[in-house]
């Protein structure tokens, strides 16, 4: 029988895939070079996706504190702090928030914190909203119901979020990668029902009302966004 991970080692595990292995792949990803058909699909998912998340949000978010939990190379927290938000930018790779800094621009530049670290992490302060794009899909539903309760006394509104969805395709990929374990694979995701994430939020503690908001499928990029909200 394979152990459950904890949170904290599936945690390095993601830090030490996208700060050492997939940097460049994940830097190409998310600019404007060609790529390959398949990861084409995944840079438009990931486009929908973030305009889905966005839209939970005012369209002005001038004297707010946005959590961009997961920020990668930086694209959600560009959009934020053009609407007026003063955001703070944390990606468990320093790798990935190095091109983030780089790729923000200078007019943006005052209104963004960058670091590196655990988005969980208490010493980052209270937010008004808090947006976690594909940074919480590795994790068990008891490590998400923990993460959800950790953040919801530190949030005033919202916690916007994107799970891997229960589908057949992906409760089958999930299974061969139980039964194969390899040392080197990449962070495997999680397939999550929502109703079981807000149970175990519920049991963590946290205060709440869990919402599906809609899941993108195209090609090899399947997420659902989910919002909790206080």
């Keep these: 029988m394979v152990a459950t991970p904890t949170y904290g080692a599936t945690r390095d595990r993601v830090e030490h895939y996208f700060d050492r292995t997939a940097t460049q792949t994940w ?25 889905i998340m966005l839209s939970r949000l005012p369209d002005d978010l001038t004297g707010k504190r946005v959590l961009d939990a997961g920020c990668g190379t930086g694209a959600m927290t560009e959009e934020l702090a053009r609407r007026g938000a003063e955001v703070v930018a944390i990606d468990i790779s320093p790798a990935l928030v190095e091109i ?21 992490s208490a010493d980052l302060g209270s ?3 808090v947006m976690a794009m594909d940074s919480m899909i590795y994790y068990t539903a008891d490590d998400l119901g923990q993460a959800l309760a950790s953040l919801c006394p530190r949030v ?39 109703a079981k994430l807000a149970r175990m939020a519920a049991r963590h503690g946290a205060t ?19 919002e909790y909200a206080r």
């Design 127 to 129: 937010f008004d909203h």
């Design 208 to 226: 709440g009302t869990m919402t599906e908001v809609e899941r993108v499928s195209r090609g090899f990029y399947i997420s659902t966004c989910l």
């Design 27 to 51: 830097e190409r990803l998310t600019s404007d070079a060609p790529v390959s058909g398949i990861r084409q699909t995944v840079r438009e998912g990931r486009d929908r996706m973030r305009a």
């Design 156 to 194: 005033r509104s919202s916690i916007v979020f994107t799970v891997a969805p229960r589908t057949p395709f992906l409760m089958a990929f999930f299974g061969v990668g139980k039964l194969f374990p390899r040392s080197d694979r990449s962070p495997t995701m999680i397939p999550h029902a929502p």
């Design 100 to 120: 983030a800094a780089k790729r923000l621009p200078a007019d943006l530049a005052d209104q963004v914190t960058f670091t590196s670290g655990d988005m969980l």
